[in-house]
């Protein structure tokens, strides 16, 4: 059994991007871990931030809960997510919390600020988490750096609008009930998502999104990753390995 953490900055983020994966991946039994960087308490022009902030961290554990994983919230602010020394400390915390053989994390570029630090802090936090002299809080330091991925942007774009190309594709068909069912628990965000981003509908979002990674794959939903392979970080295909007959290479 592995243990895997995926990690984003806000509730619903992972929902969109990579829970088909981690939906297979649960099913297969390994343990799957849930974290957030923040709460997303300004995702909402309804509630204030204290109000916003337990709906979203409840629906975010709800979706959690969908697959069996445990969820974890680091508690930066929303759209105040910066590569600085706290809150490398925080998800290096984070980190050492779930234990995790794999990482995987937000796209290095995407749409939203949050998501770009998110990536940078959780890249580097991986390889803080193992070095025992780095203190963070009661959390033992890893044994080793875990195996890095990197989950599609939003729109599998960059903010100039250039595609992002995956290593790889996970074929998520036996998944993508269970990630509507994910997705559907942030009850909340349907009505912000319409108002903040123009999208009538996140479900539908989601599902074409999906079936845009399934086309450029050759299968109907996917769901695409990149592994970060620079050194001393490992290079061995271990997420890969664990989805087996899943992942899906086809030319994008
Ligand atoms: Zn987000």
């Known amino acids: 059994m592995a243990v895997i953490l995926a990690v984003h900055a806000h509730p619903d983020d992972i929902e969109h991007l990579a829970a088909g994966s981690l939906a297979l991946l649960a099913a297969q039994g390994h343990a799957v871990r849930i974290a957030t960087l923040t709460a997303g308490e300004c995702g909402s022009a309804e509630t204030d931030l204290a109000e916003t902030a337990r709906i979203r961290r409840a629906e975010a554990a709800g979706a959690a809960g969908l697959i069996g994983a445990e969820y974890r919230c680091a508690d930066l602010p929303d759209l105040g997510v910066f590569n ?4 490398r400390r925080a998800v290096t915390e984070l980190i050492r919390w779930a234990q995790p053989e794999v990482v995987i994390a937000a796209s290095p570029a995407d749409y939203h600020p949050d998501h770009e630090a998110a990536s940078q802090l959780v890249r580097d936090a991986c390889f803080a988490a193992s070095v025992p002299n780095y203190r963070t809080g009661p959390a033992a330091p890893l044994e080793a750096i875990p195996h890095l991925y990197f989950m599609d942007p939003i729109g599998g774009r960059d903010r100039e609008g250039r595609r992002i190309v995956a290593d790889f594709g996970v074929d998520i068909a036996d998944g993508f009930g269970v990630k509507q069912r994910m997705l559907s628990a942030h009850v909340s965000q349907a009505e912000w998502v319409a108002r903040q981003h123009g999208i009538a509908d996140h479900l539908a979002s989601m599902e ?45």
Request: proline letters at 6%.
């Open 84 to 87: 600085d020394d706290a809150a």
């Open 208 to 252: 074409a999104w999906s079936r845009r990674r399934g086309a450029d794959f050759g299968v109907a939903v996917a769901e695409g990753f990149r592994q970060y392979r620079h050194e001393p970080y490992p290079r061995t295909p271990r997420l890969q390995d664990l989805l087996g007959a899943a992942v899906v290479t086809a030319a994008s």
